[in-house]
C-alpha cells in the first residue's frame, strides 16, 4: 500500500475503533493496509497516493450510476444552497417517496429513515405491532443491520470475522429470534411457530457474498407466512433499485407485507426507508400507535441525491447495459479459472456478484463458508496491485454500475486473468 494511506491508517487507527467507521473496511478479512480514498469518478476511485482503481464495491451497492454522476451531483449542490435540514416537511419528500411506491407497489406508503438498520429496525416494530407476536425469524448469513435482535448468525463483517453473534446483545432479546438456513423451506417449515411475527429476508442473499434465491424459495416463504398468519419482510436494502427497478420483488414476482430500503435510494447519502400496505402503514405514528422517528429523517440533501439517481435509473435501459456486461464479465472469469485450473463458482443476479473460491455450488451460509478465504485473500491483493478495488472479504458482494464501460470490463477480465493464474501457479507449488 502507498506510503500515504500506510500513515493514515495509523493515524486512524489511534483515534477510530480499528482505523474504520465500519468493521469490514478494515481489511481484516484479507490482512494488509486498506487504501484511503481521496476521490471517485465515474468507474474509479483514487487513494491517499494517488493509485486509481477500478471499483467494484461501488459503496457496497449505492452508487449504482458510478460516482459523481453529474445529475446527481447538480440536485445534490443545488439542495445545498438552500439548506442542509429543516427538521419539518418538505415537497422533495413526497416526490421521492411517489417515485418509490410507483417503483415497488408492494409499498403504498414509505417511511424515510437515516440508514438500512434504521429501516430494518423499524420493520420488525411495525411486524410485531401489527401482529402482537413477537418472534423473528430470519436465515443464517443474513444481514439486516446492526439491529440487537438481529445479530444472530448475520452475515457481512460478523461473518467475515467468525463472530457471526455480537457481543452486548441480551440472551432475553435474542431468544426471540429464530434463524435457519437460506434455500431450506423444510427447516423454515420446522422452525416455524405460532408466535412468528415476521421473517425477514434477503431476497437475493449479498452478505454472505451473492446467494441467489432458489426457484420457488420465497414463493415458500410467502406461503408459510400465509399460512402461518406471519408477515413476510423482505430486506431490499442492497437488492431493491439494484437487480431491477422495481427490486427482488419485481424480478421474483413476489409480494412481500413490509419491504426496507436503502443504499441507491439515496445515492451515496445516508438513508434508509420502510414502507408495506395502507393499512399496516396506518399504525406508524403519528397516525397509529407504533413509534418511530428522526431528527434528520427525510434530510434535504439525502432526498436530492436519491431521487437524482432514481431518476436517471428509471429514464434509461441501465438495467439492460448491467446485465449484458456483468455477464460479459462473469463469462471472462469462468473462462479464466477454468484455463488455470482455479476451482470457483461465480454466483450472479444482474450486476450484484461474488466469485467464491470454492467448487460449490453455493447456495447458503454452510456452502459459502467452504470456500478457501486464504486463496480468495490472495486473489484480492493481487488484484489490488493490478488496479481493483473488490470487497475485502470472501463473503460480500462486489458490484458493477453504469459507469463500468465495456473497457473497464476488458480491463478487469485480463487482469483476472493474471491474476488466477498467478494463483494457480502458486497453490499448485
Ligand atoms: C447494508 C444492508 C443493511 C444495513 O444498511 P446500513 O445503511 O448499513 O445500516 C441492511 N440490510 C441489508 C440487506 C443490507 O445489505
Known sequence: MGKNSESLFQRAQEVIPGGVNSPVRAFRGVGGTPPFIDMALGSRVFDADNLQYIDCVGSWG?????????????????AATRGFSFGAPTAAEIEIAEMIVQAVPSMEMVRLVNSGTEATMSALRLARAATGRNTIMKFDGGYHGHVDSLLVKAGSGGATFNLPDSAGVPKEVTALTLSVPYNDLKAVREAMTDDVAAIIVEPVAGNMGCIPPQPGFLQGLREIC???????????????FRVAYGGAQALYDIKPDITTLGKIIGGGMPIGAYGASRKLMELVSPLGPMYQAGTLSGNPLAVASGRATLSVLRN???????????????????????????????????????????????????????????????FFHLMLSEGVYLPPSQLEAAFFSAAHAKKDILQLIERADRVLKKVAWEYST
Open 62 to 78: 449505492p452508487m449504482i450510476l458510478g460516482h459523481c454522476h453529474r445529475y446527481v451531483v447538480e440536485a445534490v449542490k443545488k
Open 226 to 240: 400465509d399460512e402461518k398468519g406471519s408477515l413476510l419482510i423482505l430486506d431490499e436494502v442492497m437488492t431493491g
Open 316 to 378: 434509461s435501459s441501465i438495467y439492460d447495459d448491467l446485465e449484458e456486461r456483468t455477464s460479459e464479465f462473469e463469462e471472462g472469469v469462468r473462462k479464466a479459472a477454468e484455463k488455470h485450473g482455479v476451482p470457483i463458482t461465480f454466483n450472479r443476479v444482474g450486476s450484484m456478484w461474488t466469485l467464491f473460491f470454492t467448487e460449490g455450488p453455493v447456495t447458503d451460509f454452510e456452502s459459502a463458508n467452504q470456500s478457501n478465504r486464504e486463496k480468495f485473500a490472495r
